[in-house]
């Protein structure tokens, strides 16, 4: 496997405010990260593919200038949530995929998100 | 019709029983899948990989894939209360894009 762990773990904010999410990985050179959000008792909805040295591929529907990824070195990428609001109210997860074109992704263990 | 389908209904077995899982899929460029198992408030972590059809086996677990029919599925023998949580399966066409299915919350028992 490969180990990717997330800072911080949990995150209670003011409406408004901005707050990052750290995903490193710690056993392997990522070039490719990837960030997922996951709402309660839903499946994961990919936001995002970080590239290091490169700005970020964003999915459809995903806001660039509110959710502002980093991806500075091959083993930390960040995820910004710019002026949050309670809607962002999530858990966030990053992914870091060993197998290049095969798809195989190691997740993080998640960010849990709250916005008051 | 979605891309991934996994009946999202929680399923409660007795400990020692077999677990069984399913997908189903329409996209015949899927050539990886995967399952993965998510505890509550954890991330997902890896459980099965495959990219051939047929059967892989890893202790407990064996996942199938049979591309002609586009259904995957999850055996757990010998189910443990350690088993609970929520499995996803997981399929890509090799770009790196991850289609999911929305999740089977397994409880097991004692």
């Known amino acids: 496997g490969a180990v990717v762990s997330q800072h911080p773990s949990w995150v209670i904010c003011k409406s408004g405010t901005s707050v990052k999410i750290e995903c490193r990985s710690l056993?392997?050179?990522?070039?490719?990260m990837f960030w997922y959000r996951q709402f309660p008792k839903q499946s994961l909805m990919l936001m995002a593919t970080?590239?290091?040295?490169?700005?970020?591929?964003?999915e459809q529907g995903v806001e660039k200038d509110k959710f502002l990824i980093n991806h500075a070195s091959l083993t930390l990428s960040t995820l910004t949530v710019t002026s949050a609001h309670p809607e962002d109210s999530s858990f966030y997860i990053c992914?870091?995929?060993?197998?290049?074109?095969?798809?195989?992704?190691?997740f993080g263990p998640g960010t849990r998100l709250t916005v008051l | 019709q979605k891309e991934v389908e996994q009946d999202p209904g929680p399923l409660s077995v007795p400990e020692g029983a077999i677990v069984s899982l399913n997908c189903t899929y329409s996209?015949?460029?899927?050539?990886?899948f995967m399952w993965y198992r998510q505890y509550s408030r954890k991330g997902p972590e890896l459980l099965m990989y495959?990219?051939?059809?047929g059967n892989k086996e890893d202790g407990r677990f064996t996942a199938q894939v049979d591309k002609s029919s586009k259904y995957i599925s999850l055996f757990i023998r010998d189910s443990q209360p350690s088993d609970s949580a929520t499995y996803l399966c997981?399929?890509?066409?090799?770009?790196?894009?991850?289609?999911f299915g929305k999740g089977n919350q397994v409880v097991v028992i004692p």
């Open positions: 996209n015949s460029a899927f050539q990886y």
């Open positions: 970080s590239n290091e040295g490169s700005k970020a591929t964003y």
């Open positions: 495959t990219y051939s059809s």
């Open positions: 992914s870091i995929d060993k197998r290049v074109g095969k798809s195989e992704q190691f």
């Open positions: 056993d392997f050179q990522a070039t490719t």
């Open positions: 997981a399929m890509s066409g090799g770009n790196n894009r991850l289609a």
